[in-house]
């Protein structure tokens, strides 16, 4: 990764969001940051990580879950919004941990969060429904944030197989019906389970 920082720089610019390219559910896993700098890339304690553009996204994530047919998006408080001007007097790098300290007071809180719209059902729906036939994956979750900069701009910036479903309303039921599904279809030949082809 530092061998090509130059270019990774070059494409996607300070600050960087670092986190693990292993995400297994061990609290090493959880630890990710904020980089601004060539410096604070190389204070970086491993090199098995994945580089992303932050993004201001006025402190929401839309997290949409896939199971079957079934694709249900909720949003949640996110990381908060950084000021321009914030943003081009930080050095070395901050753990996410530590970037509530830098939130805009304007952010989202109380009944702004309840008057956040959420995206377009069509559009969650079509990029779920692209996403279930590229990966072969029928059981995901993906995370999407909309750019404050411009409100039509939507960033996937994780992507999940077999997530934990427990906080959408009535996970039994929607699960249950995609496995009983699944091995009716498993009956009648057409085997799928979690994946909806296999290339092997």
Known sequence: MMKNSDDLIKKLGFPLIAKPLMADGSETSHKMYLVFDKEGLEKLES??????????HGGIIFKVYVVGDFVKCVKRKS??????????????LLP???ISNLEEKTDCGGGEFDRVEMPPVDFVEEVAKAMKEETGISLLNFDVI???RDANRYLIIDINYFPGYEKIPNYESVLTD??????????SGDVSMVREHDDD
């Open 96 to 98: 996410f941990s530590q």
């Open 178 to 187: 995609f496995l009983l599904n699944s091995m009716e279809k498993n009956k």
């Open 79 to 92: 990381l908060p919004d950084i000021k321009e001007d914030k943003l081009v007097t930080l050095k070395g």
């Open 47 to 56: 090199r098995m990580i994945i580089m992303q553009e932050f993004v201001n």
């Open 146 to 148: 909309r750019d404050a």
